[in-house]
């Protein structure tokens, strides 16, 4: 026979679940909002560490303010780079992506190995043609390939390009970009293997009311030997260091040999313009003041100095006897002697 609860226990019952229980699900409900979870792809895993990846944030969002300079340079505008994405997928991911016809390049970038691509979205392309030809950066038709001379003003830009990137990579490993070759039907770029992992760096670039993607792709096999320098600490010991040499360069610069103009003022004398005027060679003009009077010393038409003239073996020379302080010490001639 069942037992039978009364009240009393009845309102215990109640009062635990509403307390214990109910909190008890609460609490793992919390949990699991907590908690992701992430899909892993066995087959095409991540070979770069998320130390890596920030280190390549870092690294090219400070190519993206460069960039973003030099284009406002040569478009004569302002022109804002920012860093979207770093990616990992595999090549022929990357490849379908990019839109036909595109303004796609490939360069070497010893001491990477493999060869690497930098691609500009048409939109973009034809915007940045538009401007230098003096428009104002309008979107013009972009279903076709572009002409000789549009590829000789995209060659200016992406060879600026190239510059920031070599100044971005300077402070974990100096390269030198050398251009490889330039297509508009990204199907025919095979740099690496299909399958091969790659890491795609794309940046949004805005002109005018013009908005594209800027994509550079490296694969892994180019960044394998210097992946170990690709960790936050490598990163902020590299830059130190790299102050220290810029600060090293401008003290050696400081230090080294200067040209200088030094000249001295042996007496002055005040006449009158009438007698100035009927000056000859061999006049005498008289001076007050005694030859054991001490002489200004100028540097760069500045007093320095001051000093005694003499000769210096058949030269006439002259003698620092005191460096001239125009805060604190003032000349008097008196009597043939110097006050401070």
């Known amino acids: 026979m069942a037992k039978i609860l009364s009240q009393d226990e009845i309102d215990a019952l109640l009062t635990t679940v509403s307390s214990g229980e109910m909190e008890s699900d609460s609490e793992s409900y919390d949990d699991a909002k907590l908690r992701s979870i992430v899909a892993y792809d066995f087959k095409h895993p991540n070979r770069v ?27 004569r505008t302002i022109v804002d780079v920012d860093l979207v994405s770093v990616d990992q997928i595999t090549y022929s991911e990357f490849i379908m992506s990019l839109v036909t016809p595109s303004c796609t390049y490939t360069f070497s970038a010893e001491p990477l190995e493999a060869v690497c691509l930098v691609d500009f ?11 230098m030809f003096g428009g104002h950066g309008k979107i013009l038709e972009t279903e076709r390939d572009l002409t000789g001379i549009e590829k000789s003003v995209m060659t200016r ?21 050398d251009q490889k070759s330039f297509e508009t039907n990204p199907q025919f770029i095979q740099i690496v293997p299909p399958g091969e992992t790659v ?84 006049d005498v003009i008289p001076s007050e ?3 054991n009077l001490p002489i200004e010393i100028r540097v760069n ?7 005694k003239p003499g000769l210096s073996g058949k030269k006439r020379a002259f003698q620092v006897i005191e460096i001239y302080d125009e805060f604190e010490k003032e000349i008097v001639e008196n009597d043939g002697r110097t006050e401070s």
């Open 49 to 75: 560490s998320k130390d890596q990846v920030r280190t390549l944030e870092n690294m090219h969002d400070n190519f993206a303010g460069h960039f973003g300079s030099a284009l406002s340079t040569a478009l």
């Open 121 to 131: 979205n048409p939109t973009l392309t034809f915007s940045f043609i538009d401007r």
């Open 157 to 177: 830009l992406v060879q600026r390009l190239y510059h920031m990137l070599e100044r971005s990579w300077e402070h974990l490993v100096k390269i030198k970009i």
């Open 199 to 282: 890491v795609v760096i794309s940046f949004q670039i805005k002109l005018f009311q013009s908005t594209g993607l800027l994509t550079i792709c490296y694969p892994y096999v180019s960044l394998e030997p210097i992946v170990s320098k690709l960790s936050a600490q490598n990163w902020i010991d590299a830059t130190k260091k790299k102050n220290l040499e810029v600060d090293r360069d401008v003290n050696s610069r400081n230090l080294k040999k200067v040209e200088a103009e030094i000249s001295t003022v042996l007496l002055e004398s005040s006449i009158k313009m009438k007698d100035f005027m009927q000056l000859k060679v061999g």
């Open 289 to 291: 003041k005694k030859i």
């Open 301 to 307: 038409k500045r007093k320095k100095y001051i000093g």
